[in-house]
């Protein structure tokens, strides 16, 4: 089964709002990623935060890590129509192995 | 050109037929990775690489078999194709994976259809 699961499944917001969007995780990680998918393309790379790190920030977006409760968290401020996407995070697992999984993601929705 | 190509973009095949799903990339980053996306699944990991004759299996590799014989091809091939292999096949490479893991790149993907 996947490692990771987004929460919520899609959201539907207005320009200049923000967004958030949550990713659980099953096992321990080395760190967490986290990607853009904008319709029919390839997946960007948007933020990586390592396990021992808590809170990392990239222009508009904001990511935390909760090791404890096995969580993150994606926050888009001041979103715009052209965040129009699907977001996945991604775990490095901590079983020694050098594989990326991915969760189900979120569908976000920005209305102008 | 620099990056990592997929090819081909798109491709219907009849079940039972051999098909292979190519993926070259230009960094020589050591890590690759194929993925498939299906509706409701997000992506699913079907077999990664760390190096040149370096393969294991992901989450899904039951009907799959790659090989790396060279560090800037990782070719996917479907033995026998069903009809529940039909999805859309990603690609991607990273310098560094696991414990160290950089950002991975992604290619455009292979839509294929089994027929």
């Known amino acids: 089964s996947q490692q990771g699961e987004e929460d919520p499944q899609a959201l539907s917001i207005q320009e200049g709002e923000n967004a958030t969007m949550n990713c659980s995780y099953k096992t321990s990680i080395n760190n967490l990623q986290w990607y853009r998918q904008n319709s029919g393309r390839g997946l960007v790379h948007l933020i990586l935060?390592?396990?021992?790190?808590r809170e990392k920030h990239s222009g508009r977006l904001r990511v935390t890590l909760d090791t404890s409760k096995k969580s993150s968290s994606l926050l888009i401020t001041a979103s715009r129509a052209a965040d129009t996407a699907s977001y996945f995070c991604a775990t490095a697992p901590g079983d020694n192995t050098d594989k990326l999984i991915f969760g189900t993601g979120t569908r976000l929705q920005v209305f102008p | 050109d620099a990056g990592i190509t997929q090819s081909p973009r798109y491709k219907i095949t009849e079940t039972g037929r051999q098909v292979t799903l190519m993926c070259h990339q230009t960094w020589s980053h050591s890590y690759m990775f194929w993925y498939r996306q299906d509706l409701g699944h997000g992506l699913r990991l079907i077999y990664y690489s760390a190096a040149a004759d370096i393969t294991d299996k992901g989450e899904v590799p039951d009907g799959y078999v790659v090989s790396r014989s060279k560090t800037e091809n990782f070719p996917l091939t479907l033995e026998s194709a069903t009809r529940s292999q039909t999805s859309v096949y990603f690609c991607a490479s990273s310098e560094e994976a696991g414990r160290l893991a950089t950002e991975a790149f992604f290619g455009q993907g292979t839509r294929l259809t089994v027929v």
């Open positions: 935060i390592r396990s021992n790190e």
